[in-house]
């Protein structure tokens, strides 16, 4: 978890930034407002925090933020400027009249701290008001387009597992099925990395379409070769009843199958310590590509560097991932 981190030149001079978090919460959030907080302040720049995401910037709930507003959250779940999904900033009148009240008080950039449907308006708010922005990837899907890892994955991939090591224990005992489902609901890397690092036997990714049968063959095989207890882990997709379902058909296979939703624990707690030095090292970095003079571009890690890439090419591509895992998971639990 050591990037390289590149020496930008500052180009130009910020008297005053703002910053919020947008989206679902993620672990690691806190630590990526406190460094681009004491980053900024460090660099001569005031900060102003908005309070729950873009509809704080909406309703003017900014506050100026010193060392000690940051002080005591490194280590803490969730996000001290709360956060919000906005609907109202789906409008180019409001996001106009946003720019127009950030400049008002002498804003000249906004870190937004989100996932894919944030960096959507971030960017149109640059797009169409000039209003310099950059993204820092906050989520604990993992799944923003142009970056390796998000804040908040490797936490919630370790709550997960925490879980799924438990379950593990009943499966064995009763020598049943367990079916556990994890976030991700049109994404499908949680499920990815749980499946390999907790050994289940299937992992059924948000647009997996493996038939019943196919599963039901692969629990078959593996009884056959004596072992009666299996976990299966699901993406939760968009269906909310998709891993009820599925559990149901199985047991009526007659297969000894039960559910396991874990939901938004998955969300909260104290950050790892990966995603506490991933939110410094990109809150930081963020301040630093603003003052090198770039904009509406998102910093993340690439190939073991921090590198930007234009929030254009962000929103609205899907960040692919490779069959390889799931594959992998199998044939390491088989
Ligand atoms: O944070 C991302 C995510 O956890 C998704 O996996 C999930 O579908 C969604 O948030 C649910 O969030 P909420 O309950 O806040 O709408």
């Keep these: 978890m ?13 008297k005053r930034i703002a910053v919020l978090t947008s989206g679902g919460d993620a672990p690691g959030m806190n630590a990526a407002v406190r460094a681009v907080v004491r980053t900024a302040l460090e660099r001569g720049i005031e900060v102003f925090g908005v309070q729950k995401g873009f509809s704080g910037l909406v309703q003017g709930k900014l506050e100026p933020m010193d060392r000690s507003s940051v002080a005591n959250i490194l280590h803490r779940g969730g996000t001290i400027l709360k956060t919000d999904r906005c609907d109202e900033f789906r409008q180019p009148s409001v996001r106009r009249k946003v720019a127009e009240d950030l400049r008002a008080r002498g804003i000249e950039a906004l870190v937004v701290i989100g996932g894919d449907g944030s960096f959507t308006g971030a960017h149109l708010l640059e797009q169409e008001t000039g209003l310099p922005v950059i993204g820092i990837p906050g989520t604990i899907d993992n799944d923003v387009y142009g970056t390796d890892e998000t ?38 890397f949680i499920a990815a990395a749980v499946g390999i690092a907790g050994g289940a036997e299937i992992v059924l990714l948000a647009d997996s379409t493996m038939p019943l049968d196919a599963i039901c063959a692969t629990l078959k095989s593996s009884e056959e070769r004596g072992k009666f207890s299996s976990l299966i882990v699901v993406a939760e997709g968009d269906d909310p009843n998709r891993t009820p379902n599925l559990t149901k058909a199985l047991n009526e296979r007659g ?28 809150g930081a970095s963020a301040v630093d590509h603003l003052l090198a003079g770039q904009s509406n571009v998102m910093v993340g890690i690439s190939a073991g560097a921090i590198v930007s890439v234009p929030l254009a090419k962000v929103v609205g591509t899907k960040k692919p991932m490779s069959n390889d895992y799931i594959e992998l998971a199998t044939v390491l639990a088989t």
């Design 255 to 282: 297969f000894q199958a039960r559910a396991a939703i874990l939901g938004h624990i998955q969300r909260g707690g104290s950050p790892s310590g990966h995603d506490r030095v991933l939110a410094s090292v990109l």
């Design 2 to 14: 050591m990037w390289s981190i590149p020496k930008l030149q500052p180009t130009r001079a910020l």
């Design 151 to 188: 804040i908040g994955f490797d936490t919630a991939v370790n709550t997960a597992l925490e879980a799924i090591d438990r379950i593990r224990d009943t499966a064995t005992s009763h020598e049943r099925t367990f079916l556990i489902e994890v976030m991700g609901r049109s994404a499908g």
